[in-house]
């Protein structure tokens, strides 16, 4: 409809700033008009602009109002919806004089508008849910107190590693006595699976392509440094997309669990460099899920393919990466799942544990099942819907996925029902350290049944400042925009992140969980193993959670 | 915590012994219970070694289905003993205490005795489901040439009770515990000493790695590891486990209840078959401030403990008597002729070892294996 001659045009058909997630709230009085903000903003979501303001004055005894028109300049948060303020806060970073902040708008109305052109909302982040998890309602009830002396955390020797590969069962052990003695009957034809003892918390798999080449570094160089230094066993999955050439072919990559999944990324350096490997990786991973996106495989945006990338996965730049949902060759697990071990096993000599990733789900114990019956199957990771992603459908982020510890206990109370809780290692994942409580949460998790947890987004975090909340702050992982420097391949943002630094985060982070754990296990009277499925010692506040877990209800 | 008294000898004795061993150490018990098990009887036992005895207490009813269920199964009664009861104040007395003797039924006459062993036990598990509920059948064991007595009480005044100051009920090897009941409820099926097929063991210390220890033991299949009423029973079950499921050397229960860090086992020559043994038994490691005392089918005594057993247990005595004590008081009594500066209190990677027959003592080191 045409406006009417000589009348202003109304604004009706855009949006008003009510419908976006956060409001930039700026101050006229403070800003110094030096453009920083504007410059920094990933989105683009503020603008410099002018307008007009008119100024009514009155000098003298008696009122004698005027008017006056002056052209200032501001700056504005656009209202293009494609251009939402994400609520990074790098604005407030960069202005020298605290003139500007994102605020969350909580009477948003983003995921209405956030589909245009018929696609769906894609971002980086992991479940935007703010609530308490699972996980952070338990709490270590059973204290030792006068019938059994607590430990001291800080003066007790404590022993706190886990075993990652198939364990033997007792039975089967290929064992001879000799004046008295056990020896290992090597006359057996018994297979002994390869088993590494590692630190319970593993840094889980994040890929070369996702993360900056300075985060993967830091990441990396952190990990190296608390084994060689110190003596911590913590290990680093991979992530699909290959890894270094030099590192592959260094003492180093026993730190390192290499992640094959259904796109293949980094494969073929990797067999090639197969010969001249000194040193075996810690394991190998098999992704056939992931607890943030079940159903969907791997997505490195085409913006984040630069050379280094596309040179180490062996592809073009500057295409969409997509592994798909599935591996190509599956075609039932009992075929498929285990040709995939065997062949990853044999490619190593059966040196190596071989183990799948999965995401949560009311089928794991299928799968679990499956690999409780194949001997060369090294352990079950299993992948819960408060588990990060670098790219993903917003709806598959929010609403697809099981919560980690409900599927983690009935699997382990499946293998105590079998006798093989102690056979085939659980490894844990999802909203670890969702709300900061990575010790508690992992501790937790062991007494719930786990041998391990992994963790990806709590140490981006902690060790890279990463800005990402459960109020969809950021989450602009897919678009190699990240503010941070740590999900992007553009060195004008990378270099924003110093690989020694977040190396230095890591080596704390880990040092302080230690710390951590031991304040937990101690008072607990627990020093000499991980206590695995120490159910007794958990509580929580809700009787029905407290049911479909097995612990005890306290309150 | 639990006061823990066992004495093994050449020679039988009475298990007033043990039980005045215990009254030194008063203090740490509380009058919830007295266990006791005498293994290599004497007295009106010494001819009928090769026959179970089934040790318990029943109801009125409770013997009646007894009886029934044990000729049903073709069991044939050969001797009964009974303590003599004497009132004491304090000390409810129920029904009917017995060591009761029985031949194998005739059908299994021919079978290996790792056969017969397994019907006693499933014997004693079957009684133990027909009169748990009601509490009208304890049976605590029922195997050749082992009786096991257990009561609420002092242990001084069941020691009276039952008679056992005059009685002739005599062994070469007698565990006793004066319980301290802490976290369960007093129960005669939480009275240690705890036996199965020919193991025998009683713990203090708080069991704080319990239930996983539990369903690992329950998920093995086998059919005695039950009951649990108390957390030390799994002790016992670990060492039955170790020694008869998996026939490990008596050594090796050190290795599986506390096994070494990997860079402490370089030293051992088993090393590789320690490391396996680590791994595949990880959940049964006990992880707590436990000393155990236990026995074998042979009659070899031990003593070990978990490195967080702030204060050790004592072994000491003399060539053809030893005593395996939580409290050197309890030594003292029981034998107090020797030399003391030969008591020995193992550390943590120790563990003692006493012959059948209190010949040779051996402090056996974990490091040096």
Redesign the interface.
Known sequence: MEPASGLRLDHNHKLSLREFPYIVRWRDDRCKRCGQCTAVCPVKAIEATVKVQRYVSSEGASPAPKAERKVIQIVEQVTDMERYCTGCGACTLVCPNEAIEPEFNPQNKFLHYKNKGGEGYKRGGRRNDPSISTLDRLKFT?I?ML???A?DAGR?EF?IRT?LGR?????E?P?K?EN?????NKDSAKF?PP?R?IYPIMIGSMSIGALSPPMWEGLAMGVSYLNEVEGMPVVMCSGEGGMPPRLLKSKYLKYFIIQIASGYFGWDEIIHALPHMVEDPAAIEIKYGQGAKPGDGGLLMAQKVLNLIASIRGVPQFIDLASPPTHQTKYSIEEAVAKMIQSMSMAWGFRVPVYPKISGSRTARAVLNNLARNPYAAALSIDGEDGGTGAAYNVSMDKMGHPIASNLRECYLDL???????ELPLIAAGGVGKKGNLAANAAALIMLGASAVSIGKYIMQAAADCFGDEYNRCNLCNTGKCPRGITTQDPKLYRRLDSDKVAERVVETFKAADVELRKIFAP??????L??????GLSTDDKAMAKRLGINYAC | ?CRLAAITSNNFFSPMENILALETMKEGHDGSGLGLTLKGLGGEFKDLTKYPIMSGICSKKGIKALDDYMKKNGFRLKHIWTPKIKPVKGIVPRDYYFARVYDYPSSCKDKSFSEKEGLLMNTRIALRNIGESDESIFVFSFYPDVITIKEVGDPLELGEFFGLDSDGLKAKVIFAQGRQN??YQIYLYACHPFFIQGYCSMTN??N?????IR??LM???FTGYMGYNSDSEVFTHILHYASR?????L??YKDVI??L??SEMENR??S???R??K?????L?I???NMVIGFTPDGTCFMVQ???K?RPGVVAGVKGKYALMSEECGVDRAVPKRDKSMDIFPMKYDMVIISPGAEEVKVWNQLQ?
């Open positions: 059973r030792s019938t059994d002396p430990l007790h022993r075993l364990i033997l069962p007792p039975e052990l064992l006595i008295n003695k056990l020896s290992i002994i088993v003892e105590v029902k079998q006798g093989k809780q102690n607990m009277g627990r020093s000499t193993e206590p695995i499925g120490m159910s007794d | 915590m802490t976290n210390g708080e704080t790695a319990f239930v996983p369903e690992f998920s093995r299949g499921q998996l026939n490990f050397p050594i090796y506390t096994p860090k990997i020559k088993d590789g078959a320690l396996l043994i791994q595949s038994l990880r959940p490691c992880d707590g401030p978990d490195s967080k702030l294996g």
